[in-house]
DNA sequence: TATTTAGTCAACCGGATGGTTGAGTTTTTG
DNA sequence: CAAAAACTCAACCATCCGGTTGACTAAATA
């Protein structure tokens, strides 16, 4: 899949798909185990990881009646350099880097 | 302006916006200065300008008749740290970066 | 075999996006 | 003062986006 500059920063832009990507951090999961915490019909949530996988950010494998979703970080990797290229961004602290993840996870359930 | 990672990373999502960061690099620019290289309408880039400073990533300064518009790389931080903390990326090679930003302005002029 | 589980597909809806044109405002310039 | 330059504003348009529901397929299970 092209995973163009495009699809991938419009992906990162729903805080849904954010939050489904920083779910697969900790484990691969079924496409139902994904949509569960949502307040979203299983639909919605498919139509999310489609947008995900076309975006190459996600990868997909069959087994049986369940779809087993991963993540695929390399496809953030050329997004992240033309970011980077305008940066004069310090160094990530990674302290400051746990606190804004926890922040971000809190503000994806209130909002 | 609270730059939410909706904004900065939507704001990416599209080459107009991308190639207009690109060229704010070099030098700060008057709208009408950003506008003369696109096929596309004084208004269209007005607004595509107008979505970069909701963002945070373009500041304005209005000195007679002119609004010159300036790059705030520093608003892309907390989207390059969120991509970064999926990242196992290997350290940017510089040379790479330099061939591939030269790829993404050639797509931006012919796409 | 009958039923539940996992997930997709198709159609629809309201609101956002990306573009246009035409008119208007303000500052500079001739 | 008159005209040009540098924008902005408002209205409009087609398409995309994020969500819904209801019907469907395929695999596991009782």
Redesign the pocket.
Known sequence: MAATLDHVF?SL??P??RQILVMLLEDDL????I?EPF??????I??????LVAAGLIT?EK??????CGLNPAAMKDASIWMESFGQFEAVNLDALERFLEAELDDDKTS
């Open positions: 419009a832009a729903d849904t798909r079924a496409v139902t185990d949509a307040e979203m019909s299983l639909t919605a498919s139509k999310h990881i489609n947008i997909q087994r049986g009646r369940v779809k087993w």
